[in-house]
Each structure stands twice: as structure tokens, then as C-alpha cells.
């Protein structure tokens, strides 16, 4: 058996507002869940203890979450996936939860200024898509428990990785990426990386694809962060321009 605290299905223009859930069960529950459901509202919504995820889209286009907080669940602080899009999700906490504070799977969305700090246990923000924008977003004192794990990983085209942070997060002993970022036509600019540590973390920004423009980021020294290479690219006729990059950069590809 399973939970679900609220579910909204087949419907739209849907507001949630000023709900706390906090999970009593002790079975796989889930916050307020919509699938096929577009157009939602959601703003000052606080869910925590889930088992599950806090806060679940399937299938869902044109949602705004804000000002939410969704923390300490079993999996991810907020799902967003199967082809979910045009969805933003801004000025909201995401931390310790079991997987990652923020998953997307869908294009043309935004996530901006949110914290995905404090012990979640995948990472901070992963997306799968294109034409997003991941911004001014905080991934700190984080604790990695995965085989491979990624404070920020995004995967596609065409997507804005800019302003965002990595500090103090502690790695384990594998294959570990603090910006992992897969695909061509890619904006990653002005991030920063600072105090990271642990055996595993193999790079601070690694790039695969081309045409990517890789600038202005601000990769704290070697002995704060411990890492084979500051920025590895792995493809052509990229664009790698003033980052601050005491680690040094490696290429495979011309």
C-alpha cells in the first residue's frame, strides 16, 4: 500500500496554498502529487517526512511552485518528469532529503534561487532536457551516499547553467562531479565551487558536447577543493573563456 496526501489527476489550473503535510504512516507516501495536470499553483506549501517525495509531477506542464518548502523526505525533495514542461520552481527549500533536492524531466523550464543545501543524499538539482534555465541556485553541505553523484548534473541542449553555487559539500570515494553538465549549445557561466571535498570528486565542471560556452566561473583553489581537474571538456568548438580555474583545464578534443 501506498500514500498520497493530495492528488490532483486529469484536471488543471489547480492552486495549493499554505499546506503542511507532514508524513505519519510508515509506509511509501508521497506529498501532493499531480499527474496530467497542468497549469498549478503552488506557493507556501511546507511537506517533509515523506517517505517518498515531497511534491510529485507526472506529466504535468505550466506549474509554478514557489516559496515552498520541501525537506527532509525519503527521496526527492520536489519530481518533476516524464516530459514534464514549461514548469518553474523559485524561492524554495529543498534539503536533506534522501535522493536530490530538485529533479527535472522536461524542457523549457526554470529553476531559480532555490536552496538545495544540507544533506541531500543524490545531489543537489538534476534536470533532463532542453531549453531550461538553472540559475542562482545555492547545492551546499551536501553529503554524497550514491556510486556517482552530481550536485548539479544537466543533461540536453540549449540549456542557461549560470550563478549558481557549490560549497562545503563532501564527497565520498567514487566517481563524483560537483557541474556535470552533457550536450551542445549549453550556457555555463558565473557558477562557483568552493570547499569541496572527498576521494571520489573527479572534476569540479566536466562538459560533454560541443558548442558549449564554459565561462566566468569561479573555481575556488586546490587545497579547497580537492579534484583531478577544475574543468574537463570532453568535445569540439567550445568557447572556455576568464574562469577562475586554479585546478587547471583538460581537453580530449580540440
Do not use: C
Request: charged share 10%.
Amino acid at each position: 500500500d501506498f500514500y498520497i496526501t493530495i492528488y490532483y489527476a486529469n484536471s488543471h489550473d489547480n492552486s495549493l496554498s499554505k499546506i503542511i503535510a507532514t508524513s505519519n504512516v510508515d509506509s511509501n507516501s508521497y506529498g501532493p502529487t499531480f499527474y496530467k495536470s497542468n497549469n498549478n499553483l503552488i506557493t507556501n506549501v511546507t511537506v517533509s517526512s515523506m517517505v517518498d517525495t515531497g511534491l510529485w509531477f507526472e506529466i504535468s506542464n505550466n506549474s509554478l511552485i514557489r516559496n515552498s518548502n520541501l525537506s527532509s523526505n525519503g527521496r526527492q525533495g520536489i519530481y518533476i518528469y516524464s516530459n514534464s514542461n514549461n514548469n518553474s520552481v523559485s524561492n524554495s527549500y529543498t534539503n536533506h532529503n534522501g535522493g536530490y533536492g530538485i529533479y527535472l524531466d522536461g524542457s523549457n523550464s526554470t529553476i531559480y534561487n532555490n536552496s538545495a543545501n544540507y544533506q541531500n543524499q543524490s545531489g543537489g538539482i538534476y534536470v533532463i532536457g532542453s531549453d531550461n534555465n538553472i540559475s542562482s541556485n545555492g547545492a551546499d553541505y551536501n553529503n554524497a551516499s550514491d556510486t556517482y553523484y552530481y550536485i548539479y548534473y544537466v543533461q540536453g541542449d540549449n540549456n542557461i547553467v549560470t550563478s549558481n553555487t557549490a560549497e562545503g559539500n563532501i564527497m565520498g570515494i567514487t566517481e563524483q562531479y560537483i557541474y556535470y553538465i552533457s550536450g551542445n549549445y549549453n550556457n555555463i557561466s558565473g557558477n562557483s565551487a568552493d570547499d569541496n571535498s572527498g576521494g571520489g570528486v573527479v572534476q569540479i565542471i566536466r562538459v560533454i558536447g560541443g558548442w558549449n560556452n564554459i565561462s566566468s566561473n569561479q573555481i575556488g583553489s586546490s587545497s579547497s577543493n580537492t579534484a583531478e581537474y577544475g574543468i574537463y571538456i570532453d568535445g569540439s568548438d567550445n568557447i572556455v573563456q576568464a574562469n577562475n580555474n586554479p585546478g587547471g583545464i583538460s581537453s580530449s578534443s580540440a
